[in-house]
């Protein structure tokens, strides 16, 4: 079936760090892949999202490419700040069905 | 301002007593969604809704219904709470279907003793 699975978290990062959260996928077909972020007490917010193999999403400062040959949409920024400091849920849309999201990565960055 | 709404923020309520988690849009969005967020297992999609009088089960369906009578309302009913479904819900809108962009409400913060 249809899975998302994302690292286990949670990342705990220095300011200005690299971050990486993986994410892979298991699903048929081409679905849309996206990464949505969770600021603490609120609704989730679409991050970046990538329709295609090799599509590049991009917004804010972070980055994830759509690898069809290892199944990975994984999410990159080249420095974090103290701002970032949510939950980051991968999640994928297999042909028009129902957005099925991972289990979320809790990113804590400190000054 | 384009939002999606939902009430009550926060519940307490006993075991069997039927609620009503209301949920509003106001951009004209087509498709809408429940989810409900636990501790370890992410989002799992409850219902959908693709149009007025169209809705779909989820992930997670059991114990729980919804209607859509017109296209900005899409509330979330349960008719008799169980414990099981303490936990965090959200409802989203999105233009067309599951590959536009989702729009979450706030959060409902449900706890059934």
């Known amino acids: 079936g249809n899975s998302v699975t994302q690292m286990e978290g949670p990342v705990t990062l220095s300011e200005e760090a690299f971050l990486t959260i993986n994410c892979t996928y298991t699903?048929?077909?081409?679905?849309?892949l996206f990464w949505y972020v969770q600021y603490p007490g609120e609704g989730l917010q679409l991050l970046l999202k990538a329709t295609k193999a090799d599509d590049k999403g991009s917004n804010k400062g972070f980055e994830a490419t759509y690898r069809k040959e290892t199944t990975s949409f994984h999410l990159e920024k080249g420095s974090v700040q103290v701002s970032d400091s949510a939950v980051y849920f991968c999640a994928l849309n297999p042909a028009g069905t129902a957005l099925i999201f991972g289990k979320g990565t809790t990113l804590s960055v400190s000054s | 301002e384009a939002q999606v709404t939902q009430n009550p923020r926060y519940l307490i309520t006993v075991t069997g007593k039927k609620l009503t988690v209301t949920c509003s849009q106001n951009?004209?969005?087509?498709?809408m969604s429940w989810y409900r967020q636990d501790p370890g297992l992410g989002l799992r999609q409850i219902y959908y809704?693709?149009?007025?009088?169209?809705?779909d089960k989820g992930d997670v369906p059991e114990g729980y219904k919804v209607s859509r009578k017109e296209k900005r309302n899409f509330p979330l009913i349960l008719e008799s709470p169980s414990p099981n479904q303490t936990s965090l819900y959200f409802c989203a809108s999105s233009v067309r279907d599951f590959t536009d962009t989702q729009y979450f409400g706030p959060g409902t913060r449900l706890t059934v003793l």
């Open positions: 699903a048929t077909g081409y679905p849309s």
């Open positions: 951009m004209n969005h087509e498709y």
């Open positions: 809704s693709m149009n007025v009088e169209v809705t």
